[in-house]
């Protein structure tokens, strides 16, 4: 079972006792409930775009590790080539979903713990790479979505881990065992976490000598004794509960967040992959999140696509295609969106080889990429709010527009071209205020701004590799100037 | 009864008939409604500033046509002081309700209507201007809050109203009576709609001579035979309906909008104020237009202050008070939001008295000033999403703080400066997205967008005020050009 | 001699001996120094145009000392209307001169002084008011120019005054005596002050105790012994050197800095305004940056208008003026352009009295005025070269265009709209290029940039008066935090 | 003769007769004149670079005409990584010479008559390609540096060249000879003209039956009968004539523009690849302007680069490297500088291979990066200039410093941090100002604005490129619209 399909993938869920919380409520089948099943189709679009032949080259690669074609998701890249499909793939995604898909948290740890086990071994004699490796076999073997699970809750933000008023602020080893390790702690924003069939474990930040307990890394399925989930609230995720689903803008994909809580888990050793080395941890935050940093830079590429193309719809519904400024707005978005594509390419294709073989990504571009990818969906968001029109927000309910007495007024006022059913547009408005307001919005917009770290995060990986004297010497060099 | 109480207000709506619909139900009590009270909270803040001696220079204003204290809103502006004044009221609403207070439309149409009829009635012989000082002199006796009304649906954007397919998508007179007019059509996007004792109607651009007929202002009580209202939709708006009011982020205040339909109403003759003088009906636009450019320079300030504020607080509960970016970015949105204030400010400084006596803001000025606010509110809330972090989008519903089993995590693992409770972290976090995704995003972004017109109906303005043709000049002579 | 005219006022500097070094040459008569003769004719321009009927009312005021009628810029604002009238002022003289015109320090000292020593006699009892009073009347009575000398050369900027590894590098009181004192040290980047026929010295910054001998501030005449200037460079300054003047861009107006030296001058009692006082010197300091920083809003504006003219113009001979883009790059750059007009006419009107009763502007939106001005003037800039075209930079001098051989070549193939003479084209690029890249630019671009402050002054000026705490409040009250 | 070193170039040059016009005299000898010397070194450096064996691979490439070693200046890009490698060479000479080096015309022209040729060919039956590869070769043996010149003057832009009052006014086909033909026109704001040995000349954009005559493409030594170079001016050019350099601010490299006129210059049959197939001429302008976007990616980062370098060097010469706002600019202007560089990137290794052979980038990637580098040096310059100081623009000349007595004042007061010498500060203020007012900046900000396409050109890519027809399907297909 190389690759499974969506279908099989949701199936595969249902076998699962992952413990989810809803707004109160312990969920009894997951998968088909209203508010989460939406999340669930974004990934599971991963698994059916992979069975497609025409994406095959760009949804699938051949295992450096089994030798089968697997799911991109789970390849360990191998090539600048692989990088850059790996972007490619994220656009696509980002158009077939317009949503976050949550499948690249797991592919980004994969490939970040690959390399950083190798070094960890090499320094120590250890052998957490073989058993990452065989943990990659696993996954590859049986196709599976994986949570790589980096942000702690952190508490206190000015103290470091062992500082904070409540030691499980940062998830932390309790316990040492011969068999294994017990870990306690939490993972906050975790997308996808409910979706996942594992949960792939990384430190928060680079850890120093007192903070050795929680330099931890280890694998465990999602429906662990001693995990549970609390669901995220999103920006209108109450309307998922209606009757019709016109107003939800995106009826059928969505994301999802929510804080995994571990009560003192248990971890097997073969499951562990990092247990006290400290100063591996900040290598091992400083490559996921440089390639998740990458990976932005396809994903929200391809749902800026699909905001674009709402944004030139709603355009084309009111009847002024043709006017300058819409045009020129379009070509804006455009310019913007595909910008940050480029620097999603450019930190593909100069990326190089690590020890361990698996290639990683350039870390200053990939920080830039990420630093537009803070500010450019803002931008593009507002001109799409700017061509739809203040309809977007101000447009009854479906329920109106299909009501006895007041449907009629709807039909009769809100047509704008009067040869566009009215429902085209109600929908194309709909698309446009949940990825600029609505539940895709967490996604499109405060996920760009804080996800795979937080802008400050890039400015000073940014100046850390900006090489700034590099630069004044070139000036000394021109001028003269001797020092 | 020169200044009524909100509590008085809010009475005042009760006895009214007005028909509301909302998600496909007529409205029993609007005035009790969950998702409508918040909106009638923010106009009865209107009612008890005035009434607190602190505020009464900028609350309240002596009337010209009464000689008695008016609640500002009702006021007809008399210098310039009185037009910054208004900005300031304002600003002031805008602070103390974090909303749109819905009641400035009133006021910006009462301010153009008369000083348009004036000029009217010069040149046509007509009593317009009386009929309408009788109005005015009316509204400020009962304290009246006023829907100044202008945008109609408008069909398909590039056909002129008598070109539509439907001849009702501009609001129009479809019968001349001896005593009066019965109108048929519709506005939309109304702002206050539901709330507003009286509806101030005025056409919605210039009307060329085939389109005299819907060349037409005129006042008439929101509760008037034929008249209904259909809610509009704002992100989040169910939220309102839960037990509850952490997760609603504004508890107390928000806005609205609705659609107003009007099916062959029956204004009689005292309340009509244009009737065909198509040629100023662009006049009118314009002036109005004018004014409501201002208030944005004012309204979305004090919004703005509300906003600056929580991220101040959510950074202080973080505990990252003292990092410079954090500062700057607070400084930055404070840049920002005082440039709205000046562009206010100027435009109100520099008004000039019409022929009519009342004062009308500086044009070019007024549509600077809301140029700039299409795009700084959207930095500003770019800037609260960056401090306020990525929690504000994933944290569980206050349901589950509240919950046997999981409030524990939750509280536990939300905490952030560990002497904060985890609940003022929650309300700020909710307040902030309220502000920028939530329901007050419709008025803190789109409404900032497209309300008093979108921005390129500013630059058209902006294009026409400019002098251009002088500023060549200017280059001609210092280089000494001749043509 | 209330009123000088431009003429007066050069055979006024013509009988003083200043001493003013240009690129290695003590300078004869400077009036006549083709680089520096244009600077005084900006100054002149101030003197012209006070004499106009048209004008009398934005140029001239009557003075609250002398009850005559004086040139504005030798006015103690006494209203709000004053300030927002020296805006306009400004305004107007950029458009004239399309120059920084130099006279505007002389003025925001005079006001700043006059409200500081008032403050510092009630305070310690001495006698600087009364002074500094007849020292206006003084400056009314014959007209003068005076230079507002404020920037010391700093050194090293992380060293207070008395730190330094020389101790002049701050103007200092070096002998204190019983007829007055004696100073050393220099004043930098002034502005106007070769063509000054007074200096007006404040200290640089606030001061502490270490620092009282820095505490200093008085009157001098220019030529003064001891005093001497160096003449600054300006990008293509000595183009102002060849024949012909259409290269120049700007043929008859520009601006000049220099250092101003200070030799142990000997300042008399009565010239004395602030020694050691040394809390006052961070009063003055911001006051007089407070009315710099409105200044901007309108001196920099008039020149933003000239620059936009010359854009239409050049799109108008290039034959494009039918180009959306173009029409749209003009409505930002004049949107921009009145954003700042509307920042300093905010500030203005603003204004308070001062205990000594003239008006001093609001400090929070002077320096919001300042901060946009760092930004837009470049943006402008930026939209002008782009309207312009390469040409501005490729265009060969105007000597070869009146060139037996090549002229004829020049003139065949730089024309653009054929009925427009290749002369005009050749004016307005080299006057879009005397603005953004030529002497012009540095007080368009550089001296928008770091006149009145650099940026980041501005920045701490908005921190300081934001008030956070209150936006804060706001939330907590909206919220019910209670803390 | 495989490549020349910078000095043989030299010497090459002045063997050539080419006839250059400055100022109104016609050069004796161009190489040694010092407004022109400058550029000449930094073709030189072209040459110089590739003969280290560090740069090799980036310096040249194995041709696949000669299958020699060559300066990749003179290559026709054989896969992606040619692509990238040429903005990594463009990237590196601009930190080198922290100027336009000119040579990049010459190597986009050659890739684009090369497979253009081939597809007119392939059409007509014609023989251009085979030509052209001889030409080539002829290229590559001799390492020439060869102007491609497209724009035209153009007159009145409004107007075809047809109809132009003057038929000139684009470089046409005078007469069809048997031998050749004989062509008369234009070649404006010709970067390197004066620098190359060879001219290869394109048309100015798409041309229409009517225009046949206009479609013509050939190549032609510089200093051919009938051709003469007019010498544009750049801002403080003529510092360059001063004694000593420090003022000039890049005392050694440089770049240039001139007006290439051809009075009937007659053309050989074997220099001539286009003649009337003017469906071809838009291809060929397509192509040229796509691989000159994606140039600015390279040359304009390395200039960023030095001048990120300056102001990192001025902060730390003014004492203030630890100011948090100074560090937060260079981060913004690293990240600024560092997304051209990525989208430089981007649009190479989306290179696709030509019919020809040879590797064309990404159109719409490259449009996408040049639109960028029309704003982005702009805002870096702003930022350089913020980070300099005023003193940059108001410091005395170099003379003054090495003045007998103003020198003193000078060293004295222009100190900064007491243990870097007052003439290194001199040397990097006025290597900004080079880059930013001076004559650098006309390469650095007006040619990024207007090389290459004006970003209107780009915009028009972009909206042709950006495939908003499919972009609309999405959101039909997610939304569940149907047409």
Chains 1, 2, 3, 4 share one sequence.
Do not use: W
């Amino acid at each position: 079972m190389a690759l499974m399909t969506g279908e099989e993938y949701i199936q595969s869920l249902k076998k699962m006792k992952t413990k989810v919380y809803l707004m109160g409520e312990l969920v009894e089948d997951f998968t088909n409930h209203p508010m989460i099943r939406p999340s669930i189709n974004s990934v599971a679009a991963t698994y059916d775009l992979a069975q497609q032949k025409e994406y095959e080259n760009v949804m699938t690669a051949v295992s450096n590790i089994t030798g089968e074609r697997v799911n991109r998701f789970c390849h360990l890249h191998q090539s600048t080539e692989d990088l850059k499909n790996k972007v490619k793939m994220q656009r696509l995604l980002g158009q077939k979903t317009a949503s976050c898909f949550q499948r690249c948290v797991g592919m980004d740890a994969f490939n970040s713990i690959f390399s950083t086990t190798f070094e960890i071994d090499e320094k120590y004699g250890t052998t957490y790479h073989e058993r990452f490796k065989k943990y990659m076999k696993f996954v590859q073997d049986n196709d599976l979505t994986v949570d790589g699970a980096m942000t702690d809750p952190k508490g206190d933000r000015g103290l470091a881990p062992h500082q904070q008023a409540d030691l499980d602020l940062y998830l932390r080893v309790v316990e040492q065992r011969e068999d294994g390790i017990i870990v306690r702690g939490a993972k906050a924003h975790q997308t996808g976490a409910v979706n996942s069939h594992e949960h792939l474990i990384m430190p928060t930040m680079a850890m120093g000598e007192n903070d050795k307990e929680y330099a931890v890394s280890f694998s465990i399925p999602s429906d662990a004794p001693g995990i549970l989930m609390i669901y995220g609230r999103q920006s209108c995720d109450i309307r998922k509960l209606e009757d019709g689903h016109i107003d939800v803008g995106n009826p059928k994909f969505g994301g999802q967040e929510a804080l995994v809580v571990f009560n003192d888990v248990f971890i097997p050793n073969e499951r562990i992959y990092l247990n006290g080395e400290n100063e591996f941890a900040g290598v091992l935050v400083e490559r996921f999140a440089g390639y998740h940093r990458q990976s932005y830079g396809g994903c929200k590429v391809g749902v800026g696509d699909a905001l674009i193309g709402a944004a030139a719809l709603a355009a084309e519904y009111n009847g002024v295609t043709r006017a300058s400024h819409i045009k020129d707005k379009l070509i804006e978005m455009t310019h913007l969106n595909e910008t940050l594509y480029a620097c999603g390419l450019a930190c593909s294709t100069e990326g190089v080889a690590t020890k361990a073989g698996n290639y990683q990504i350039d870390l200053l571009l990939a920080n830039v990429c990420k630093q537009n990818v803070t500010r450019f969906p803002y931008e593009i968001s507002r001109l799409a709010e700017d061509i739809a029109g203040g309809l977007m927000v101000t447009m009854p309910s479906d329920i109106d527009f299909k009501h006895p007495i007041v449907g009629e007024y709807c039909n009769k006022y809100f047509i704008g071209n009067s040869k566009v059913p009215v429902e085209n547009r109600q929908k194309v408005l709909r698309f446009i205020e949940n990825l600029t307001l609505g539940a895709s919005a967490v996604g499109y917009r405060t996920e760009s701004m804080h996800g795979a770290g937080s802008p400050q995060a890039q400015r000073v990986m940014i100046a850390r590799q900006g090489n700034i004297e590099g630069k004044k010497q070139l000036v000394k060099d021109l001028t003269g100037i001797k020092e």
